[in-house]
T-cell receptor, first 113, second 112 residues
Framework: NAGVMQNPRHLVRRRGQEARLRCSPM?????VYWYRQLPEEGLKFMVY????????ESGMPKERFSAEFPKEGPSILRIQQVVRGDSAAYFC???????????FGQGTRLTVV | QQQVKQSPQSLIVQKGGISIINCAYE??????FPWYQQFPGKGPALLIA?????SEKKEGRFTISFNKSAKQFSLHIMDSQPGDSATYFC???????????FGTGTRLKVLA
């Protein structure tokens, strides 16, 4: 768990601002997933990325949300013009090329005020 | 067809008792079924997993029972301890899609 680093751990944004969430996968992992967890609810798939490619973004809202995983540096989940309904915990998970185990970070808890 | 249905939503068990959490799936393409454990304020961590060619897998106090024909699988926690109090998620995975489909979670509380 400690191997996947997410920051910040807590983020407070006013409505209309941008939120930028960062995820550094475990060393050697080239697959990154983002999940959203609402209070008292399960983990909802948002997007699956490999280095420089978005593989599956079927869980991502069409507007205001974007994700990237550049060749160098962390994966970024970006939420523009945040609204109160975006308040949630956002988890990043990474996999090896051949693995089935998802290693999760500790999450970023976004609060929109 | 992508859903994984998990029950119960919450569970209270006495210390030393057996905790049972059930999941049902529809997608017959799933070929890996993990259970993840999540403590408050932490990310989920893999607890135990099973492939559909096996009907049962045991690791310590944790056992997965798998019924392929019924498309159901369950987690049994024997001799439940207060330290097992957490949220448990089942999931389905299809090779090639690299996408977990999670159940909605079960909040387990083990009373001392």
């Amino acid at each position: 768990n400690a191997g996947v680093m997410q920051n910040p751990r807590h983020l407070v944004r006013r409505r209309g601002q941008e939120a930028r969430l960062r995820c550094s996968p475990m060393k050697g992992h080239s697959h990154v997933y983002w999940y959203r967890q609402l209070p008292e609810e399960g983990l909802k798939f948002m997007v699956y990325l490999q280095k420089e490619n978005i593989i599956d973004e079927s869980g991502m809202p069409k507007e205001r949300f974007s994700a990237e995983f550049p060749k160098e540096g962390p994966s970024i989940l970006r939420i523009q013009q945040v609204v109160r309904g975006d308040s949630a915990a956002y988890f990043c998970a990474s996999f090896t090329n051949s693995g089935t185990e998802a290693f999760f970070g500790q999450g970023t808890r976004l609060t929109v005020v | 067809q992508q859903q994984v249905k998990q029950s119960p939503q919450s569970l209270i068990v006495q210390k030393g008792g057996i905790s049972i959490i059930n999941c049902a799936y529809e997608n017959t393409a799933f070929d890996y079924f993990p259970w993840y454990q999540q403590f408050p304020g932490k990310g989920p961590a893999l607890l135990i997993a099973i492939r559909p060619d096996v009907s049962e897998k045991k690791e310590g106090r944790f056992t997965i029972s798998f019924n392929k024909s019924a498309k159901q699988f369950s987690l049994h926690i024997m001799d439940s301890q207060p330290g097992d109090s957490a949220t448990y998620f089942c999931a389905g995975w299809t090779s090639g899609t690299y996408k977990y489909i999670f159940g909605t979670g079960t909040r387990l509380k083990v009373l001392a």
